[in-house]
Nanobody
Framework: QVQLAESGGGLVQPGGSLRLSCAAS???????MGWYRQSPGKERELVAS???????TYADYAKGRFTISRPDGNNVVYLQMNSLRPEDTAVYYC???????WGQGTQVTVSS
C-alpha cells in the first residue's frame, strides 16, 4: 500500500510561485509519480509526471511555467509552479499510476 503525503499549497498572487511536494511511502521501488489538478466544475487533468528514470511529461499549459523534479532520485517529487495565473486555481493531487494511488489534495489559489 502506497501512501502519499502532499504539501505546499496556498494563496499566491498572479505572477507568483509555489512549490508543491509529494512523498510516497510504502514501497522500495522507484516509481512514476505525477500531479493532477481539478477545478470546480471541471474534470481532473494531468499537470505533469515524472518516471522512475526522470522522464517528464507536461500538459501544454504547464510547459515553460511548471517543473516537476525528483532531485534525490527517491520517491519525493516536487512541482515548482512559476508565473501562476488565476486559472491555475485548483486542488492539486499527487498520483502514483502503479496501483492508482492518490494523495488527499492540496489547494492552490491564485488571486489578488
Amino acid at each position: 500500500q502506497v501512501q502519499l503525503a502532499e504539501s505546499g499549497g496556498g494563496l499566491v498572487q498572479p505572477g507568483g510561485s509555489l512549490r508543491l511536494s509529494c512523498a510516497a511511502s510504502g514501497t522500495t521501488l522507484r516509481i512514476t509519480m505525477g500531479w493532477y489538478r481539478q477545478s470546480p466544475g471541471k474534470e481532473r487533468e494531468l499537470v505533469a509526471s515524472i518516471t522512475s528514470f526522470g522522464t517528464t511529461t507536461y500538459a501544454d499549459y504547464a510547459k515553460g511555467r511548471f517543473t516537476i523534479s525528483r532531485p534525490d532520485g527517491n520517491n519525493v517529487v516536487y512541482l515548482q509552479m512559476n508565473s501562476l495565473r488565476p486559472e491555475d486555481t485548483a486542488v492539486y493531487y499527487c498520483q502514483v499510476p502503479l496501483g492508482n494511488y492518490w494523495g488527499q489534495g492540496t489547494q492552490v489559489t491564485v488571486s489578488s
